[in-house]
């Protein structure tokens, strides 16, 4: 098993081209003009440092094709799950021809109150945390200062970031906490104003996170109670769909984690494609001129350094632009994690000049997040 790496001060070496910098992760080896200009050439490399990453965690290395496997299709990767084994995601299962795991009432998660305004992707735009929203939608005409949100991190991912954040979900994704959704609303007090599922992602577990939603507003009509998720965006359209009707009718945000344009280096660094993700991002376009305030969709993206660059941000920035020019954009700092924890922080100056290339492309709402990071 392959130690993940740590930070360090000596310079990769890529594989193909030989090129020695400080911003080749350890873990891939590869550089990013060798990843997007020669894919095909790098390919092997790219599946050995992502089989290294899922097998620590007895994930399946890629995500399973048996022809006689049942069907999940809740996310992009669609999965024919052979019986006996499990899902690109670790959290569902074939046993004998049923497939088993998480279901709608039953959630592999975490939970805690993060008072509010707390440091949500979103919250220099939502009513959590800013002025918009109000009354309708929020409690206050700025931060909602003693209400709180009901956090629910869901303990799986249909990614495999190398740069994951929150890698240690993986750890929990076959030991964790079994919790049905009329449980989780019981948290749902009078000073919970907002929900917010993320992760991990919430993808693999939405039937739980959709139940939820429905039952806490049903308890509470009549009271602020806004629903959000904060994903990669590869679910299955009729999920996104029933996501999009009750965030967008409680006031809520879906937050889309952009993690890279190039699908070459969405798949280098995540380890699956990226398609459904801008597909689906295009798709909830149509909720955003509905209901401007508060903001219905947000994107992200995290400025890992040496392998999200100038190229990667300008058409991140048009996508979003193509979109509605009024999305809110977070470009959000880097923190050495997981099988990157050998890169740099972000530099304040690529951060900088990030906004200006976003905002070039036509956005008028563009944030750096996580400033106390940069370098």
């Known amino acids: 098993m392959r130690a993940i790496p740590s930070m360090k001060d000596a310079k990769e070496t890529c594989l193909r081209c030989g090129r020695e910098s400080g911003e080749i992760s350890e873990a891939l080896k590869l550089c990013l003009h060798c990843i997007r200009d020669h894919f095909d050439e790098v390919v092997p490399q790219i599946a050995e440092a992502h089989g290294v990453a899922r097998s620590t965690f007895d994930l399946p290395l890629k995500p399973p094709q048996d022809p006689k496997g049942i069907s999940c ?117 009078d000073q919970t104003s907002c929900i917010c599922f993320f992760g991990g992602d919430p993808t693999p577990q939405l039937p739980h996170s959709l139940r939820t939603s429905q039952i806490a507003l049903e308890r509470c009509q009549g009271r602020v109670l806004r629903i959000c998720w904060e994903t990669n965006g590869s679910m299955n359209l009729s999920l996104l769909k029933e996501m999009a009707e009750i965030a967008f009718n409680s006031g809520g945000c879906i937050k889309f984690d952009l993690k890279a344009w190039s699908e070459p280096v969405h798949f280098a660094l995540c380890g699956v494609s990226n398609k459904r993700t801008i597909k689906n991002f295009r798709y909830l376009g149509r909720w955003v001129g509905r209901r401007p305030d508060p903001p219905f969709l947000i994107a992200s993206t995290l400025l890992v350094p040496g392998y999200i660059d100038d190229d990667e941000i300008r058409s991140i920035s048009r996508l979003i632009a193509s979109v509605s020019p009024e999305i809110p954009y977070a470009l959000l700092a880097f923190y050495p994690q997981f099988y990157f924890g050998d890169l740099p922080t972000t530099a304040r100056s690529h951060a900088l000049r990030c906004k200006e290339i976003a905002e070039e492309a036509g956005l008028k709402r563009v944030r750096i997040g996580n400033v106390h990071l940069l370098t």
């Open 73 to 189: 299709g809740i996310c992009s990767n669609e999965c024919r799950i052979p019986d006996g084994g499990q899902g690109y995601c670790g959290v569902r299962s074939n046993r004998g021809g049923v497939l088993e795991g998480v279901t709608s009432e039953e959630g592999n998660l975490g939970w805690y109150y993060d008072s509010l305004p707390t440091n949500c992707v979103a919250d220099w735009v939502c009513p959590g945390g800013s002025a918009s929203g109000y009354p309708r939608f929020s409690y206050a005409k700025g931060s909602e200062y003693g209400y709180k949100n009901l956090a629910v991190f869901y303990q799986a991912c249909s990614f495999d970031c190398l740069f994951c954040q929150n890698w240690t979900f993986r750890q929990r994704i076959h030991q964790g906490e079994r919790i049905s959704a009329r449980k989780l609303v019981q948290f749902v007090d």
